[in-house]
Structures are given as structure tokens and as C-alpha cells.
């Protein structure tokens, strides 16, 4: 989703939490309190019943003298039915997913078949370049920019040793490229391309996992969003990515400043 939409999205949200409130207030709360006040004050007669005691307490409400209270109750209830919708916001992101820590062959492939989304990539490997037949340190930054972009939006799931259409390819290429050429050689790669491009208190927020499919090794990497914003760095400059749809991509200046403000407004 695009910062436009979730911008839309959360403005309608907003709006409906606000008419939602003011809608309860002036049409059950109020006729509410002013019937109690009709009985409490012993206008009501034994003899009238139910449906005449609820006649009775809306026209009460609807007199246009009364006209000044329903405003004030409109606006109290608008106000209070935005501070619950922002309370559960909040709330929501505060509780964190629980991470999936046994991940089997059957949960990978169901995994796999749901194709990559918002919340899901496939990459071929870490840092072996199929097409070359050899180690290929820049696609390192790929993998960067590709959990930044994860950080930056919901967070999600990276496979890597899956190639785009869903194949396993395995990470074994990828052993022969480390000094240990095991899985523990793997994650020191991992947690060292993100200390370097992204941050050291990032390396916390990534969480990996191997899992034998086909008889050949994928890197599970389940991925956190993050509290602040993520930067990748390249170079001397830092970039800013975020997961949209099925891919990821770069923020320009204004669609970065744009995002920014959502994430802010949100949290």
C-alpha cells in the first residue's frame, strides 16, 4: 500500500471512529439521561407505559432548546469515539506478532505457494550469483535493501535460496562463499550486512531459520518493522526503501517525507 492510501485509509478510519461517537451519544446516551431524569423526577405517571415513556424522552430531546445539548454530546462523543480509535491503534502495534520458531518442510512449501506480497520476498541467495556461476559480494546490498524495506512497512518474511518463481534453490552456494561454511557462517553474513548498511540495533529485529525442503537448505528470515525509520546505506548516502506490493522500492524525497508523516501520525 502506497503512503496516499494508508493516508485515505486511516483518515476514513478517523472519521468513521468520530460519527460513530457522536452517533452514540446523541442517539442513546442522551435520550438515555434525559429519561432518566423524567423518572427520577417523577414527571412519569403509573399509568403510561413503556412506548409512551420512550415518546415522551425523545420528545424531550428533540425540543429545539435542547438544540445547544445535542451539539455539546455530538462533540464529546466525536472526540471520545477518536480517542478509543487511536487507543486501539496504538495497542495493536504495541503487541507484537509471536515469531513462528519450528518451521517445517509442509509450512515452507505452503508458505512458498502463496507467492510474494507486501508481506513476503523470495531471493535467490545471499551473495552467489547464479546467472555468473560465482560469489557476488554486491548483492548483498540486495538483501539490505530488502529487509529495510520489510522494516519500513509491516515487517514480513524473507526466503532466501527461493528463487522468484517459487523454486527452491537451497543456500548450499552460499556456504562455499564464508570462511565456516555453515549455517553458522551464514548468520554471522546475515547479522554483519545488517549491522553495516542498516544498523547495529537493527540485527535484533531479524530473527532466521533453517529449513530443509527438497533436500536443499532456505534461510527463513522472519523480519520486524520497525519503531523508527530505516535507512540503508550505500556508499555515503543513505536510502529509503519500503515493501509495497509485491516488490520493493526506493522513496524519492517527497514520497519518503510523505510516508514518514503517516508512520509518525500512527504510531
Known amino acids: 500500500m502506497n503512503p496516499l492510501s494508508m493516508r485515505r485509509q486511516q483518515v ?12 452514540v451519544l446523541v442517539l442513546v446516551v442522551h435520550p438515555a439521561l434525559e429519561g432518566l431524569h423524567l423518572w427520577r423526577s ?94 557476488n559480494k ?18 514480513g518474511t524473507l526466503l532466501i535460496g527461493v528463487d522468484d518463481d517459487g ?13 565456516r561454511p555453515n549455517w553458522d557462517g551464514f548468520e554471522r553474513c546475515l547479522n554483519s550486512i545488517v549491522n553495516g548498511r542498516l544498523g547495529t540495533r537493527h540485527c535484533t529485529r531479524i530473527h532466521s531459520h533453517l529449513v530443509s525442503v527438497e533436500q536443499r537448505s532456505v534461510a527463513l528470515i522472519e523480519v520486524e518493522a520497525g519503531e523508527q525509520p530505516v535507512y540503508c546505506r550505500d556508499g555515503n548516502t543513505n536510502r529509503y526503501f519500503v515493501r509495497t506490493g509485491n516488490s520493493t522500492r526506493e522513496l524519492d524525497v517527497r514520497e519518503a517525507i510523505a510516508h514518514l508523516s503517516i508512520r509518525r501520525r500512527a504510531a
Open 12 to 23: 476514513s478510519a478517523r472519521i468513521t471512529a468520530i460519527l460513530l461517537g457522536a452517533a
Open 42 to 135: 417523577g414527571v412519569v405517571g403509573t399509568e403510561e407505559g413503556a412506548l409512551q415513556f420512550v415518546l415522551r424522552t425523545l420528545r424531550q430531546v428533540i425540543r429545539p432548546e435542547m438544540m445547544g445539548m445535542i451539539l455539546w454530546m455530538a462533540l464529546i462523543g466525536g472526540v471520545s469515539g477518536l480517542a478509543v480509535a487511536e487507543l486501539r491503534t496504538r495497542s495493536r502495534r504495541s503487541v507484537r506478532p509471536q515469531r513462528r520458531i519450528d518451521w517445517s518442510a509442509s509450512a515452507l512449501r505452503t508458505l512458498i505457494a502463496e507467492g510474494e506480497s507486501e508481506t513476503l520476498e523470495f531471493k535467490s541467495s545471499l551473495r552467489w550469483d547464479w546467472k555468473q556461476d560465482r560469489p
Open 138 to 155: 554486491a548483492l548483498e546490498a540486495v538483501i539490505a535493501k530488502s529487509i529495510c524495506g520489510l522494516m519500513n512497512h509491516r515487517g
Open 167 to 179: 523454486n527452491p534453490l537451497g543456500i548450499e552456494a552460499d556456504y562455499r562463499t564464508f570462511s
